[in-house]
């Protein structure tokens, strides 16, 4: 799969360590990089832009939710190709 972010509209986000660490903690790192640039990139997104550090981890925790099950995206129904 293609790892080509390059033409996303919105900047490109870096992942931080805390959430490198929490999907390989949790087994998910091939289920994310399974998934979309632009899925990527908006988890990272808004995971980080939270102020609350309690906000933060909600949203992570949902990210891994959401990677477990594999056909949620921002909870949205969402089928991989």
């Known amino acids: 799969m293609p790892d080509d972010?390059?033409?996303?509209?919105r900047p490109i986000q870096q992942m931080p360590d805390a959430i490198r660490?929490?999907?390989e903690a949790a087994g998910l790192m091939d289920e994310y990089?399974?998934?979309p640039p632009y899925q990527r990139n908006d988890y990272l997104s808004?995971?980080?832009r939270a102020?609350?550090?309690d906000t933060?981890?909600?949203r992570l925790?949902?990210?891994l939710d959401e990677l477990r099950r594999g056909d949620v995206y921002m909870k949205m129904d969402w089928r991989p190709r």
């Open 5 to 9: 972010m390059s033409n996303l509209q």
């Open 51 to 53: 102020k609350r550090q």
């Open 46 to 48: 808004w995971i980080t």
């Open 21 to 23: 660490a929490a999907l």
């Open 33 to 35: 990089l399974e998934r």
């Open 61 to 63: 925790e949902q990210m």
């Open 56 to 58: 933060r981890e909600r």
